[in-house]
T-cell receptor, first 114, second 115 residues
Framework: KAGVTQTPRYLIKTRGQQVTLSCSPI?????VSWYQQTPGQGLQFLFE???????NKGNFPGRFSGRQFSNSRSEMNVSTLELGDSALYLC?????????????FGSGTRLTVV | GESVGLHLPTLSVQEGDNSIINCAYS??????FIWYKQESGKGPQFIID?????DKRQGQRVTVLLNKTVKHLSLQIAATQPGDSAVYFC??????????????FGQGTILTVHP
């Protein structure tokens, strides 16, 4: 069965722009979590969505937002991009909220802000 | 200003050796831990997990040991192979099981296996 699909794989944006990243979970998975990975801070939790509702949120500014659709696909948006937003953005899906068995990561979207 | 990156611990071993990767945690109430492997260009991949009511758990070529007294866990990889070269992370959800989708990751350890 197909894994977690993140699009696009690579993205280059200019400071001040906004960006939308997409995550399609494994079929049947209803929970999607997002993480930011940087050399300086490592892997940090952004937010978790289940049943189209944000269930948990990490310590990131309001420029970072997300949503989940009825088909469980999720998008995250970063507005007013800063150089420090350059990172690998990973999403993970699981069957239900907080369900870690089968918690599966995608390969990520590499965002570069110039 | 200058950006300072994490200085990841590194472990370099010969093929066939056993590898031990360590992780410390701070919350004595932590009740569940997971080890992930991340290869270049990929997302983290689940290796093995352990709950706090266990001291040891074994998988295929991997063993996780949990020492709650000193808040330390380790991942042992037997007969390490070049394909094991990756960054290894320990991770834990918040204690209590109410926010299991919110994992906190360790800084990671770079494992390099030489043929």
């Amino acid at each position: 069965k197909a894994g977690v699909t993140q699009t696009p794989r690579y993205l280059i944006k200019t400071r001040g722009q906004q960006v939308t990243l997409s995550c399609s979970p494994i079929s049947g998975h209803r929970s999607v979590s997002w993480y930011q990975q940087t050399p300086g801070q490592g892997l940090q939790f952004l937010f978790e969505y289940f049943s189209e509702t944000q269930r948990n949120k990490g310590n990131f500014p309001g420029r970072f937002s997300g949503r989940q659709f009825s088909n469980s696909r999720s998008e995250m948006n970063v507005s007013t991009l800063e150089l420090g937003d350059s990172a690998l953005y990973l999403c993970a899906s699981s069957l239900a909220q907080g369900e870690l068995t089968g918690y599966t990561f995608g390969s990520g979207t590499r965002l570069t802000v110039v | 200003g200058e950006s300072v990156g994490l200085h990841l611990p590194t472990l370099s071993v010969q093929e066939g050796d056993n590898s031990i990767i360590n992780c410390a945690y701070s919350n004595s109430a932590s009740d569940y831990f997971i080890w992930y492997k991340q290869e270049s260009g990929k997302g983290p991949q689940f290796i093995i997990d352990i709950r706090s009511n266990m001291d040891k758990r074994q998988g295929q070529r991997v063993t996780v040991l949990l020492n709650k007294t000193v808040k330390h866990l380790s991942l042992q990889i037997a007969a390490t192979q070049p394909g094991d070269s990756a960054v290894y992370f320990c991770a834990e959800p918040p204690a209590g099981g109410t926010s299991y989708g919110k994992l906190t990751f360790g800084q990671g350890t770079i494992l390099t296996v030489h043929p």
